[in-house]
C-alpha cells in the first residue's frame, strides 16, 4: 500500500506557498503536528492517522530518524481546495 507521507528533505526547493488568507486560514503555522492540525479541522488525530493510512487526507511529512509527522500550511490549504463543495460558503 503506497503512503500519503512523504519524508522530508533537508534541500529541498522552496515550495510556492497558497495565499494565506485562503479559508480564513491566515493564523496557521506554517508547519504543524498532527494534534495542530487535528484542532485546526475539529476532528481527531485517530481521523488523521486513517487519512494517512488511506491516503485521504492532507500530505503529511515525516521527520527523518523518528516517528514524527508534521504537515504544511501549503499542503493543507491545496487539501482543501481539492476537496471544496461547488457552491459551499466557507465557515469563517
Known amino acids: 500500500m503506497s503512503s500519503n507521507v512523504t519524508p522530508l528533505m533537508r534541500d529541498t526547493e522552496a515550495e510556492t506557498e497558497a495565499p494565506n488568507s485562503a479559508f480564513g486560514f491566515e493564523d496557521v503555522p506554517p508547519i504543524m503536528s ?3 492540525l487535528a484542532g485546526i479541522l475539529e476532528v481527531t488525530t485517530l481521523t488523521l492517522q486513517r487519512w494517512r ?3 485521504e ?4 511529512i515525516s521527520i527523518p530518524g523518528s516517528n514524527v509527522i508534521r504537515y504544511t500550511r501549503t499542503d493543507l490549504l491545496a487539501w482543501l481546495a481539492e476537496h471544496r ?3 459551499a460558503e466557507v465557515r469563517s
Open 85 to 87: 463543495v461547488a457552491g
Open 53 to 55: 493510512d488511506r491516503n
Open 34 to 36: 498532527p494534534k495542530t
Open 57 to 60: 487526507g492532507p500530505v503529511a
